[in-house]
Protein backbone atom coordinates (compact mmCIF):
# COMPACT_ATOMS: atom_id res chain seq x y z
CA UNK A 1 0.00 0.00 0.00
CA UNK A 2 1.38 3.83 -0.91
CA UNK A 3 2.62 5.36 2.25
CA UNK A 4 -0.60 7.98 1.20
CA UNK A 5 -3.06 5.52 1.13
CA UNK A 6 -1.79 3.65 4.87
CA UNK A 7 -1.55 7.32 6.54
CA UNK A 8 -5.54 7.75 5.03
CA UNK A 9 -6.43 4.53 6.66
CA UNK A 10 -4.55 4.47 10.11
CA UNK A 11 -6.62 8.31 10.14
CA UNK A 12 -9.77 6.97 10.01
CA UNK A 13 -9.37 3.96 12.19
CA UNK A 14 -7.85 6.40 14.95
CA UNK A 15 -11.19 8.98 14.55
CA UNK A 16 -13.49 5.57 14.15
CA UNK A 17 -11.67 3.93 17.32
CA UNK A 18 -11.69 7.46 19.14
CA UNK A 19 -15.16 8.05 18.79
CA UNK A 20 -16.27 4.66 19.68
CA UNK A 21 -14.16 4.37 22.82
CA UNK A 22 -15.41 8.28 23.83
CA UNK A 23 -19.17 7.34 23.20
CA UNK A 24 -18.97 4.05 25.54
CA UNK A 25 -17.45 6.37 27.96
CA UNK A 26 -20.29 8.79 28.09
CA UNK A 27 -19.01 11.69 25.99
CA UNK A 28 -21.15 13.52 23.48
CA UNK A 29 -19.33 14.73 20.23
CA UNK A 30 -19.70 18.87 19.50
CA UNK A 31 -19.59 20.07 16.09
CA UNK A 32 -15.81 22.25 15.62
CA UNK A 33 -16.63 26.03 16.09
CA UNK A 34 -13.98 27.24 13.01
CA UNK A 35 -14.71 31.46 13.40
CA UNK A 36 -14.86 32.79 17.10
CA UNK A 37 -14.49 36.14 18.63
CA UNK A 38 -12.19 35.03 21.10
CA UNK A 39 -9.41 32.51 20.72
CA UNK A 40 -6.63 30.50 22.52
CA UNK A 41 -4.11 33.22 23.28
CA UNK A 42 -1.14 30.72 22.72
CA UNK A 43 1.74 32.94 23.18
CA UNK A 44 4.08 31.08 21.08
CA UNK A 45 2.61 31.69 18.13
CA UNK A 46 2.39 35.60 17.82
CA UNK A 47 0.67 35.91 14.35
CA UNK A 48 -3.02 35.96 14.26
CA UNK A 49 -5.80 34.55 11.27
CA UNK A 50 -8.62 36.38 11.39
CA UNK A 51 -11.51 37.37 8.51
CA UNK A 52 -13.83 40.43 9.14
CA UNK A 53 -17.94 39.72 8.83
CA UNK A 54 -20.60 41.81 9.31
CA UNK A 55 -18.66 44.51 10.94
CA UNK A 56 -16.79 42.16 13.34
CA UNK A 57 -13.13 40.73 13.48
CA UNK A 58 -13.20 36.95 13.65
CA UNK A 59 -10.72 34.51 14.34
CA UNK A 60 -10.04 31.40 13.16
CA UNK A 61 -9.78 28.97 16.09
CA UNK A 62 -6.18 27.72 16.99
CA UNK A 63 -7.85 25.36 19.99
CA UNK A 64 -11.81 25.33 21.62
CA UNK A 65 -10.76 25.84 25.00
CA UNK A 66 -13.20 28.68 25.99
CA UNK A 67 -15.98 26.69 23.84
CA UNK A 68 -14.74 23.24 25.56
CA UNK A 69 -14.90 25.12 29.07
CA UNK A 70 -18.99 26.63 27.94
CA UNK A 71 -20.04 23.33 26.55
CA UNK A 72 -19.67 21.10 30.19
CA UNK A 73 -21.90 24.10 31.82
CA UNK A 74 -24.49 21.94 29.43
CA UNK A 75 -22.62 18.52 29.48
CA UNK A 76 -20.59 16.84 31.49
CA UNK A 77 -18.38 15.05 29.07
CA UNK A 78 -17.92 16.88 25.24
CA UNK A 79 -15.28 16.17 22.89
CA UNK A 80 -15.01 16.99 19.38
CA UNK A 81 -12.55 16.89 16.19
CA UNK A 82 -11.67 20.84 15.97
CA UNK A 83 -9.96 22.12 12.82
CA UNK A 84 -7.53 24.67 14.16
CA UNK A 85 -5.12 27.58 12.05
CA UNK A 86 -2.14 29.00 14.27
CA UNK A 87 0.21 30.77 11.75
CA UNK A 88 3.35 28.91 13.10
CA UNK A 89 6.41 30.27 12.56
CA UNK A 90 7.80 29.38 9.00
CA UNK A 91 11.01 27.76 10.49
CA UNK A 92 8.59 25.21 12.63
CA UNK A 93 7.73 23.82 9.34
CA UNK A 94 11.31 22.06 9.79
CA UNK A 95 10.25 20.29 13.25
CA UNK A 96 8.73 17.41 11.66
CA UNK A 97 5.67 18.06 13.79
CA UNK A 98 4.08 21.31 12.48
CA UNK A 99 0.98 22.32 10.58
CA UNK A 100 -0.58 25.87 10.30
CA UNK A 101 -3.60 23.52 10.08
CA UNK A 102 -4.36 20.71 11.58
CA UNK A 103 -7.01 19.01 13.92
CA UNK A 104 -7.10 18.05 17.40
CA UNK A 105 -9.37 15.03 19.06
CA UNK A 106 -10.41 18.46 22.25
CA UNK A 107 -12.10 16.75 24.92
CA UNK A 108 -13.45 18.42 28.27
CA UNK A 109 -14.92 16.58 31.70
CA UNK A 110 -17.25 18.74 33.99
CA UNK A 111 -15.42 18.22 37.66
CA UNK A 112 -12.43 16.10 36.80
CA UNK A 113 -9.18 16.05 38.21
CA UNK A 114 -5.93 16.48 35.96
CA UNK A 115 -5.46 12.52 37.56
CA UNK A 116 -8.94 11.69 35.94
CA UNK A 117 -8.28 13.07 32.64
CA UNK A 118 -4.92 11.68 32.69
CA UNK A 119 -6.28 8.00 33.40
CA UNK A 120 -8.80 8.74 30.19
CA UNK A 121 -6.20 9.65 27.86
CA UNK A 122 -3.81 6.64 29.01
CA UNK A 123 -6.89 4.50 27.86
CA UNK A 124 -8.28 5.93 24.93
CA UNK A 125 -4.39 6.14 23.52
CA UNK A 126 -4.37 2.67 24.47
CA UNK A 127 -7.41 1.66 22.92
CA UNK A 128 -6.46 3.66 19.48
CA UNK A 129 -3.43 1.87 19.38
CA UNK A 130 -4.92 -1.66 19.52
CA UNK A 131 -7.53 -0.85 16.88
CA UNK A 132 -4.71 0.31 14.73
CA UNK A 133 -2.72 -2.78 14.89
CA UNK A 134 -5.14 -4.73 14.44
CA UNK A 135 -7.17 -2.57 11.45
CA UNK A 136 -3.80 -1.82 9.56
CA UNK A 137 -0.66 -3.93 11.26
CA UNK A 138 0.31 -5.50 8.47
CA UNK A 139 0.22 -2.33 6.31
CA UNK A 140 2.66 -0.98 9.46
CA UNK A 141 4.57 -3.79 9.11
CA UNK A 142 5.33 -3.83 5.35
CA UNK A 143 6.49 -0.13 6.44
CA UNK A 144 8.21 -1.37 8.60
CA UNK A 145 6.49 -0.25 11.72
CA UNK A 146 6.30 -2.41 14.68
CA UNK A 147 3.49 -0.77 17.20
CA UNK A 148 4.21 -2.73 20.89
CA UNK A 149 1.25 -2.65 23.47
CA UNK A 150 2.99 -0.02 26.15
CA UNK A 151 2.25 -0.79 29.93
CA UNK A 152 -0.29 1.37 31.96
CA UNK A 153 0.14 3.77 33.56
CA UNK A 154 2.91 5.64 31.74
CA UNK A 155 5.90 7.13 33.89
CA UNK A 156 5.71 10.63 34.55
CA UNK A 157 8.27 13.21 35.55
CA UNK A 158 7.78 16.80 36.59
CA UNK A 159 8.93 19.78 34.53
CA UNK A 160 11.69 21.00 36.86
CA UNK A 161 13.06 17.37 37.00
CA UNK A 162 13.12 17.09 33.45
CA UNK A 163 14.93 20.33 33.21
CA UNK A 164 17.02 19.41 35.93
CA UNK A 165 17.87 15.81 33.93
CA UNK A 166 17.76 16.54 30.65
CA UNK A 167 18.65 20.34 30.13
CA UNK A 168 17.16 23.19 28.21
CA UNK A 169 16.15 20.24 25.00
CA UNK A 170 14.33 18.16 27.47
CA UNK A 171 11.56 17.57 25.94
CA UNK A 172 13.71 16.30 22.99
CA UNK A 173 15.42 14.65 25.00
CA UNK A 174 13.13 12.83 27.10
CA UNK A 175 11.21 11.68 23.88
CA UNK A 176 13.90 10.55 21.98
CA UNK A 177 15.20 8.37 25.58
CA UNK A 178 11.90 6.94 26.33
CA UNK A 179 10.44 3.67 25.36
CA UNK A 180 6.73 3.93 25.98
CA UNK A 181 4.87 7.14 26.22
CA UNK A 182 5.58 9.21 28.95
CA UNK A 183 3.92 12.09 31.00
CA UNK A 184 5.45 15.50 31.65
CA UNK A 185 3.78 17.27 34.41
CA UNK A 186 3.50 20.48 36.63
CA UNK A 187 4.62 23.00 34.43
CA UNK A 188 5.87 26.16 35.87
CA UNK A 189 2.93 29.22 35.70
CA UNK A 190 4.78 31.07 33.15
CA UNK A 191 5.30 28.73 30.76
CA UNK A 192 1.93 28.08 29.70
CA UNK A 193 -1.46 29.76 29.16
CA UNK A 194 -3.50 32.13 31.86
CA UNK A 195 -6.03 29.08 31.46
CA UNK A 196 -4.37 26.20 32.55
CA UNK A 197 -5.21 25.88 36.71
CA UNK A 198 -2.39 26.75 39.54
CA UNK A 199 -2.10 24.46 41.82
CA UNK A 200 -3.61 25.83 45.17
CA UNK A 201 -1.15 24.03 47.33
CA UNK A 202 1.68 24.97 45.47
CA UNK A 203 1.76 28.34 44.18
CA UNK A 204 3.35 28.83 40.57
CA UNK A 205 2.88 24.84 39.76
CA UNK A 206 0.45 24.33 37.26
CA UNK A 207 -2.42 21.19 37.87
CA UNK A 208 -1.32 20.26 33.57
CA UNK A 209 0.38 18.16 31.85
CA UNK A 210 1.71 16.81 28.29
CA UNK A 211 2.34 13.87 26.63
CA UNK A 212 5.55 13.32 24.46
CA UNK A 213 5.46 9.78 22.44
CA UNK A 214 8.43 7.34 22.39
CA UNK A 215 11.10 7.02 19.90
CA UNK A 216 11.32 10.72 19.34
CA UNK A 217 7.94 12.07 18.32
CA UNK A 218 7.80 14.47 20.61
CA UNK A 219 4.52 16.17 22.13
CA UNK A 220 1.07 14.51 21.34
CA UNK A 221 -1.25 15.96 23.91
CA UNK A 222 -1.82 18.97 26.10
CA UNK A 223 -4.02 19.71 28.89
CA UNK A 224 -4.72 20.09 32.54
CA UNK A 225 -7.20 21.41 34.89
CA UNK A 226 -9.04 24.87 34.04
CA UNK A 227 -9.26 28.18 35.99
CA UNK A 228 -13.06 28.87 36.07
CA UNK A 229 -13.52 31.41 39.23
CA UNK A 230 -13.48 35.37 37.23
CA UNK A 231 -11.04 36.21 39.61
CA UNK A 232 -8.32 34.06 39.40
CA UNK A 233 -9.10 34.36 35.72
CA UNK A 234 -8.49 37.91 35.83
CA UNK A 235 -5.47 37.73 37.68
CA UNK A 236 -3.84 35.45 35.28
CA UNK A 237 -4.59 37.16 32.52
CA UNK A 238 -3.13 40.42 33.83
CA UNK A 239 -0.11 38.33 34.75
CA UNK A 240 0.68 37.31 31.34
CA UNK A 241 0.21 41.11 30.48
CA UNK A 242 -2.85 40.56 28.39
CA UNK A 243 -5.44 43.08 28.33
CA UNK A 244 -8.80 42.11 29.91
CA UNK A 245 -10.61 43.66 27.56
CA UNK A 246 -9.59 40.94 24.87
CA UNK A 247 -11.30 38.14 26.78
CA UNK A 248 -14.33 40.03 28.23
CA UNK A 249 -16.31 36.93 26.45
CA UNK A 250 -15.07 34.79 29.09
CA UNK A 251 -15.14 36.68 31.82
CA UNK A 252 -18.51 37.65 31.13
CA UNK A 253 -19.06 33.73 30.97
CA UNK A 254 -17.23 33.22 34.19
CA UNK A 255 -19.23 35.76 35.50
CA UNK A 256 -22.08 33.87 34.65
CA UNK A 257 -20.39 30.54 36.43
CA UNK A 258 -17.89 28.50 34.95
CA UNK A 259 -17.55 24.78 36.16
CA UNK A 260 -14.19 23.31 37.70
CA UNK A 261 -13.14 21.10 34.56
CA UNK A 262 -10.23 19.03 33.02
CA UNK A 263 -9.69 18.13 29.52
CA UNK A 264 -6.78 17.62 27.09
CA UNK A 265 -6.29 17.78 23.15
CA UNK A 266 -4.50 15.21 20.70
CA UNK A 267 -3.04 16.39 18.04
CA UNK A 268 -4.87 13.70 15.52
CA UNK A 269 -2.22 14.35 12.77
CA UNK A 270 0.72 13.89 15.24
CA UNK A 271 -0.66 10.65 16.37
CA UNK A 272 -0.93 9.54 12.70
CA UNK A 273 2.63 10.38 12.53
CA UNK A 274 4.06 8.43 15.50
CA UNK A 275 1.81 5.51 14.33
CA UNK A 276 2.80 5.03 11.07
CA UNK A 277 6.15 6.10 12.32
CA UNK A 278 6.66 9.00 9.33
CA UNK A 279 9.70 11.41 9.69
CA UNK A 280 7.62 14.86 8.75
CA UNK A 281 3.98 15.08 9.82
CA UNK A 282 2.92 16.78 6.13
CA UNK A 283 3.13 12.73 4.77
CA UNK A 284 -0.11 12.02 7.52
CA UNK A 285 -2.03 14.94 5.37
CA UNK A 286 -3.46 14.64 1.34
CA UNK A 287 -3.34 18.39 1.59
CA UNK A 288 -0.96 19.32 4.49
CA UNK A 289 -0.71 23.17 5.20
CA UNK A 290 3.12 23.34 5.74
CA UNK A 291 3.82 26.42 7.48
CA UNK A 292 5.71 29.00 5.23
CA UNK A 293 4.70 26.87 2.01
CA UNK A 294 2.12 27.46 -0.61
CA UNK A 295 0.09 24.61 -2.07
CA UNK A 296 -1.14 22.79 -5.27
CA UNK A 297 -4.80 22.51 -3.75
P1 LIG B 1 -1.64 22.63 22.53
O1 LIG B 1 -2.76 22.78 23.47
O2 LIG B 1 -1.13 23.91 21.97
O3 LIG B 1 -0.53 21.79 23.09
O4 LIG B 1 -2.21 21.80 21.27
C1 LIG B 1 -2.80 20.54 21.50
C2 LIG B 1 -2.21 19.47 20.64
O5 LIG B 1 -2.39 19.81 19.26
C3 LIG B 1 -0.69 19.31 20.78
O6 LIG B 1 -0.36 18.48 21.85
C4 LIG B 1 -0.34 18.69 19.46
O7 LIG B 1 -0.59 17.31 19.43
C5 LIG B 1 -1.29 19.37 18.50
N1 LIG B 1 -0.64 20.52 17.83
C6 LIG B 1 -0.37 21.73 18.36
N2 LIG B 1 0.19 22.55 17.46
C7 LIG B 1 0.28 21.83 16.31
C8 LIG B 1 0.77 22.13 14.98
N3 LIG B 1 1.24 23.33 14.67
N4 LIG B 1 0.69 21.15 14.05
C9 LIG B 1 0.17 19.95 14.34
N5 LIG B 1 -0.29 19.61 15.57
C10 LIG B 1 -0.24 20.53 16.54
MG1 LIG C 1 1.19 21.68 23.93
Redesign the pocket.
Known amino acids: MKREALALEVTSVVLGASREFLAKEGFVELLPVILAPVT?P?RTTPEWATITAYGHTWYLTR?M?FHKQAAVRVHPKIFCFSP?V?L?PRE?AHTG????E?V?L?LEVRDATREDVMDLGERLLLHVLSEVRRECGRALAAWGRELPDYPRPFPRITWHEAHREFGENFETELSRRSKTPVWLVDFPIDQREFYDREDPDRPGILRDM?LLYPEGFG?????GEREYQGERIRARILRQGLSLEAYRPLLALAEDGLCPSAG????V???VRFLCGFPH?AETRLFPRV?GEHALL
Open positions: DLSINRERRHLFFQDDEGLSGFGIGERLIP
